[in-house]
């Protein structure tokens, strides 16, 4: 039913890895900008056995396109001739 920490703790780990371990840094704003880095290229490329092996970024979006239903709602405005479109979102999971 619900996740432990591994996941997270696996990610830190990787993280230590393939980031810290092994490099000098030569101030606080280097090591942060080699962390960023590494997060982009992890989520938009590092296949997760987990998520079927796809990256964190696709699995996110194969889970809402299955679970999260948008429909746009028309609203009207105050405003003479004004319409306005609003996008409602319903988790399926938790409201079906």
Request: aromatic share 14%; proline share 2%; no cysteine.
């Amino acid at each position: 039913m619900g996740q432990t920490n591994g996941v997270a703790e696996r990610f830190i780990r990787t993280l230590k890895e393939q980031v810290i371990y092994g490099r000098v840094f030569q101030n606080l704003e280097e090591l942060r900008e080699a962390v960023r880095r590494f997060i982009d290229i992890y989520n938009r490329d590092w296949l997760v056995e987990k998520n079927g092996f796809k990256s964190p970024w696709l699995a996110r979006a194969d889970w809402l396109a299955q679970n999260v239903q948008g429909r746009l709602k028309k609203v009207v405005s105050n405003k003479p001739g004004a319409v306005h479109y609003v996008l409602f979102f319903t988790l399926s999971t938790y409201f079906s």
